[in-house]
T-cell receptor, first 109, second 113 residues
Framework: GQNIDQPTEMTATEGAIVQINCTYQ??????LFWYQQHAGEAPTFLSY??LDGLEEKGRFSSFLSRSKGYSYLLLKELQMKDSASYLC??????????WGAGTKLIIKP | SQTIHQWPATLVQPVGSPLSLECTVE??????LYWYRQAAGRGLQLLFY??????ISSEVPQNLSASRPQDRQFILSSKKLLLSDSGFYLC????????????FGEGSRLTVL
């Protein structure tokens, strides 16, 4: 079967750095996405990785290793507004998205 | 610019009642459209997707149905709701960039009592 694993919940301090991991086992790979979802709201697109390496976008960076079936989302200079769930999703060989259950990130002052 | 809207935002329905959620996209033509359901603590579950008018693919057999009467309109329906239909329903369209990331509507919170 296809599976996306990410931690259920993480806690970090305002101003710090946090890394949210995602491991996947899918039938084929055509890209990995990270989305941010605030409570009660729809997900919004953060990043896309299709090749190995690090993609940086402001305070957020996303890393991919296809050989290891692994990605992480790195958030720097954490702000209270970063408190949200972060969803990892992989596009499989049929170009369908397989979603993880999300990681709830709690930021403490 | 492209926008996507869905409604209603919140609804509480009794078991056995009908359902209609509506989604419209503006600023693009012939979009790929999706209906997802999100249950607490679980990943998004794809319910239906559509690549054009009248073309609906069902991913999960259940008492829900979808229709696409117009190019930029996608409707999720049920004739008789079950308790298990409660959840957060999201409509989305696939962007036209190489990654094809999804853009979501505001979401519809359904509670079946």
């Amino acid at each position: 079967g296809q599976n996306i694993d990410q931690p259920t919940e993480m806690t970090a301090t305002e101003g710090a750095i946090v890394q949210i991991n995602c491991t996947y086992q899918t039938s084929g790979f055509n890209g990995l996405f990270w989305y941010q979802q605030h409570a009660g709201e729809a997900p919004t697109f953060l990043s896309y990785n299709v090749l190995d390496g690090l993609e940086e976008k402001g305070r957020f960076s996303s890393f991919l290793s296809r050989s290891k079936g692994y990605s992480y989302l790195l958030l720097k200079e954490l702000q209270m507004k970063d408190s949200a769930s972060y969803l990892c999703a992989v596009k499989d060989s049929n170009y369908q998205l397989i979603w993880g259950a999300g990681t709830k990130l709690i930021i403490k002052p | 610019s492209q926008t996507i809207h869905q409604w209603p935002a919140t609804l509480v329905q009794p078991v056995g009642s009908p359902l209609s959620l509506e989604c419209t996209v503006e600023g693009t033509s012939n979009p790929n459209l999706y209906w997802y359901r999100q249950a607490a603590g679980r990943g998004l579950q794809l319910l239906f997707y559509s690549v054009g008018i009248g073309q609906i693919s069902s991913e999960v057999p259940q008492n829900l149905s979808a229709s696409r009467p117009q190019d930029r309109q996608f409707i999720l329906s049920s004739k008789k709701l079950l308790l298990s239909d409660s959840g957060f329903y999201l409509c989305a369209w696939a962007g036209t960039s190489d990654s094809g990331e999804l853009f979501f509507g505001e979401g519809s919170r359904l509670t079946v009592l």
